[in-house]
């Protein structure tokens, strides 16, 4: 099917990205990849540190030039319509991007302003969305004072006050607590109810993930999968088995030799998988060699999915990556 | 209409920090008082009264002024590296204005808050017993942000291409105390070695800080402290049109840069 884009026609397709690649140097950060987002929806974007994630979103938003391909946002083209594309997207960026030594109401209106808000609606709607993200009362309090939390709410209400068509949210939870993280995820899933906002999201969290419609992941710049997370799950088709065993190794040589299947071990816990678990359970328990210390049986979670097809965990980036946020954060607060 | 937006939003910003900013206002002072005041009264006892029948502490006094506005003017750069360290600046290269623009209101909202540096050293003209007009400060307005607007196109170009705050303010130091201290501020331009005759005229900033003294203490041809290139002593205006050639080639370089880099 082809696609017309012409930005007046309402396109099927809110994104569009096409062979895209993109280069530094030698290093082939995104390796040729191609996928559709319709409107409204919920996209999830996951892959391990150094996968083409950040880089594609850094396209997809124009802060950095594709090799080659091309990707449409919003019916404009990213190379070539640039302040096109900026007026319809709104960010939320891993790293802080706001004006600390201002407060939160001037970063608002500094935001309203340059994207072209209505001074006869700006400081309506900076009020309503101060409010939703519950800042109000804090708007003329210096950013620098604000928790990380309290942060990332301003940067979520400074993404949506121009009300952008789509909103990328680039670990928009990173580093918060549940509570916070739930928080967020009220507004950005309200706000997609009301306004049909796209939202193109990467994150650490497989709970978020599920979240989304539909998931790509993606490994060394390529895209491995694209599917609802339900149907991903279920490519997987196989059940979760964890066991302890007073002896992992026999154990593991056992599973290997009866099952035919493979075998991981974390610590001192063997992970396999196998179809029809729940009447598998039983007769394991009754023909296994080796002393049994504990057992639990899983369904197959995004994370799983994850795993087979990256060869990581993605709980495992995660902690790096909180570490990297806050050796950062200190960093910064000791050079100033 | 969106580029004049563009650049009046950025230039806004500028003026918002700075007058948030009391310790750098403060800063921005305490130099150029102790090189007045220190220097100046340690020196005029040797010095006394130059040719022309002015002051050491007078002939100063306009290179203070200008020098403070170059001080000034090198913060264009380190605000753009500033922001791009703590994350802002990407806030801004997402936002639906071009390029261009960001450069240009980085470089006037800095210009804005240099000229009013100079603006403020002007207060101790009375105890320095030089008399400004009103007419002579609305004159060294244009001047003093001149200077500081070309100044300031040097700083955007450097910090479009030198990323890490630490490279930056290096090569700034390195830029910054040769060209205040082979402008003229201190000392005249008659009977230089040849060596720093030539350093002073290759100095682009000598021709933003010369016309702001020839405005403030005159400008007749035969004072000492007159620029003289190949035989020809420069006027005001044509030290003002180096100056200005040489923002307008920054300007476009630095809007260049600016522009294409990733």
């Known amino acids: ?336 | 209409m969106n580029n004049l937006r563009g650049i009046y939003t950025i230039w806004f910003r500028e003026i918002l920090r700075f007058r948030y900013d009391k310790a750098r206002m403060f800063t921005s002072l305490v130099f150029p008082v102790l090189f007045l005041f220190v220097f100046g009264t340690g020196l005029r006892g040797s010095i006394g009264i130059l040719g022309g029948g002015i002051d050491f502490i007078q002939f100063m006094f306009p290179g203070i002024i200008g020098m403070s506005v170059l001080v000034g003017s090198f913060m264009t750069g380190v605000s753009v590296v500033w922001d791009r360290e703590f994350g802002f600046l990407k806030e801004v290269l997402v936002a639906p204005i071009s390029r261009v623009s960001v450069a240009l209101g980085k470089t006037f909202g800095s210009a804005t808050v240099a000229t009013i540096q100079g603006l403020i050293i002007m207060i101790f003209a009375p105890v320095v017993d030089v008399s400004l007009s009103p007419l002579t400060i609305l004159s060294l307005l244009p001047l003093m942000f001149l200077l500081a607007a070309s100044m300031g196109s040097l700083g955007i170009l450097l910090a479009s291409r030198i990323k890490s705050m630490e490279a930056f303010q290096a090569v700034m130091q390195m830029l910054m105390f040769p060209m205040a201290f082979l402008s003229g501020v201190f000392f005249i331009m008659e009977g230089l070695p040849s060596w720093m005759n030539v350093l002073v005229k290759l100095n682009p900033a000598t021709y933003g800080i010369t016309p702001i003294r020839q405005v403030v203490l005159g400008s007749s041809p035969e004072l000492p402290y007159n620029i003289t290139l190949f035989g020809h002593v420069m006027s005001i205006w044509e030290n003002v049109g180096v100056m200005a050639a040489f923002g307008i080639v920054m300007t476009i370089l630095a809007m260049w840069s600016f522009g294409s880099q990733e």
């Open chain 1, 1 to 336: 099917m082809r696609v017309c884009y012409t930005g007046i026609d309402m396109p099927d397709y809110i994104i569009h990205v096409e062979n895209l690649v993109k280069k530094f140097g030698e290093l082939v950060a995104v390796d040729d990849i191609s996928f559709d987002i319709p409107p409204g929806e919920i996209f999830g974007f996951l892959g391990p540190n150094g996968a083409g994630k950040t880089t594609t979103i850094n396209i997809l938003c124009t802060l950095l030039k594709p090799t080659s391909g091309r990707a449409i946002v919003n019916g404009f083209d990213v190379s070539r319509q640039q302040n096109q594309v900026r007026q319809s997207i709104g960010l939320v960026f891993q790293d802080p991007s706001l004006d600390e030594r201002l407060s939160a109401l001037q970063n608002l209106r500094f935001h309203a302003m340059v994207y072209d808000v209505a001074s006869s609606v700006r400081e309506q709607r900076i009020e309503h969305i101060l409010r939703m993200v519950e800042l109000w009362d804090k708007r003329n309090n210096i950013v620098q004072t604000f928790s990380g939390g309290m942060k990332r709410r301003l940067e979520l209400a400074r993404g949506l006050l121009h009300y952008p068509k789509i909103l990328f949210l680039d670990e928009p939870t990173l580093g918060l607590d549940p509570q916070t993280r739930n928080h967020i995820w009220e507004y950005v899933l309200e706000l997609r109810k009301r306004e049909g906002t796209t939202i193109f999201l990467t994150t650490h969290y497989m709970e978020e993930a599920e979240k989304a419609n539909r998931v790509a992941i993606v490994d060394h710049g390529q895209l491995v999968a694209i599917d609802s997370p339900r149907k991903l799950k279920h490519r997987m088709g196989k059940d979760i088995i964890s066991v302890k065993t007073d002896n992992n190794n026999k154990a593991t040589e056992e599973i290997k030799l009866r099952y035919k299947t493979e075998v991981r071990q974390d610590e001192d816990q063997l992970t396999f998988a196998v179809a029809n678990g729940d009447e598998f359970l039983p007769t394991f328990i009754k023909e296994f060699g080796t002393k049994i210390i504990s057992i639990s049986l899983r369904r197959p979670t995004l994370e799983d999915v994850f795993l087979k097809l990256t060869g990581r965990e993605i709980r495992e980036e995660e902690n790096i990556d909180v570490f990297k946020a806050l050796t950062r954060q200190h960093g910064r607060r000791m050079r100033r």
